[in-house]
Each structure stands twice: as structure tokens, then as C-alpha cells.
């Protein structure tokens, strides 16, 4: 089993800045993408961001140029550096890693429980 913690949501003024953390724990056999998602109330979950384990990066349009997917494959973590926050950019975000779990299994999807975001002045 593969479990994904968040970190780093929280109430931020528009213009402000966050960085969201995500540590994947377990049974990690071969992690290929991590990714952040979002939930605005209301709203679809939707892709922010992903980073794969040779480093490509792919990013949302309304977040281009604002934030940053970065992450260290020997800490199995992944860090979303947030700036210039607008309010649409409200949700709960959640962290996204395909992880094949051993040698001889296939890469499956696993979700963390996700951490909020609120930017409101």
C-alpha cells in the first residue's frame, strides 16, 4: 500500500504565496508521475500540475508562470510553490502519484486526502 500526505494549505491574501508538500510512503516500487490536482467548490477535480521521475513538468494554463511542481525521487516527495494566488485558484488540492508498488506489478493511481486552499483578502 502507498500512502500520500499533503501539506502547506492554508488561508493566503490574493498575491500571496503557498507551497504545498507531498510525501509518498510504503510500498514504492517504481514511482513514475506525481501531480497535483484541485476542487473548487462546485467544480470538476482538475490536473494543476505533474512532474515525472525524469523531471518533464506539465502544468494547467491558468497556472502557467505562477506556479512550480518540483521533487526529489529519494524522498519520493513533490512540492507545489504557489505565487501570485488568485481567488479562483481556491480548492482543495490534492496530491496524484502512479506508483507500481513491486517488481512485476502494475503502476496503479493513488490519491491523497487533500489539503485546502483559500485565497480570500
Known amino acids: 500500500q502507498v500512502q500520500l500526505v499533503e501539506s502547506g494549505g492554508g488561508l493566503v491574501q490574493p498575491g500571496g504565496s503557498l507551497r504545498l508538500s507531498c510525501a509518498a510512503s510504503g510500498s514504492i516500487f517504481i514511482l513514475n508521475t506525481m501531480a497535483w490536482y484541485r476542487q473548487a467548490p462546485g467544480k470538476e477535480r482538475e490536473l494543476v500540475a505533474a512532474?515525472?521521475?525524469?523531471?518533464?513538468?506539465d502544468y494547467a494554463d491558468s497556472v502557467k508562470g505562477r506556479f512550480t511542481i518540483s521533487g526529489t525521487n529519494a524522498k519520493n516527495t513533490v512540492y507545489l510553490q504557489m505565487n501570485s494566488l488568485k481567488p479562483e485558484d481556491t480548492g482543495v488540492y490534492y496530491c496524484?502519484?502512479?506508483?507500481?508498488?513491486?517488481?512485476?506489478?502494475?503502476?496503479?493511481?493513488?490519491w491523497g486526502k487533500g489539503t485546502l486552499v483559500t485565497v480570500s483578502s
Open positions: 512532474i515525472t521521475s525524469g523531471g518533464n513538468t
Open positions: 496524484h502519484a502512479v506508483v507500481a508498488p513491486a517488481r512485476g506489478y502494475s503502476a496503479m493511481d493513488y
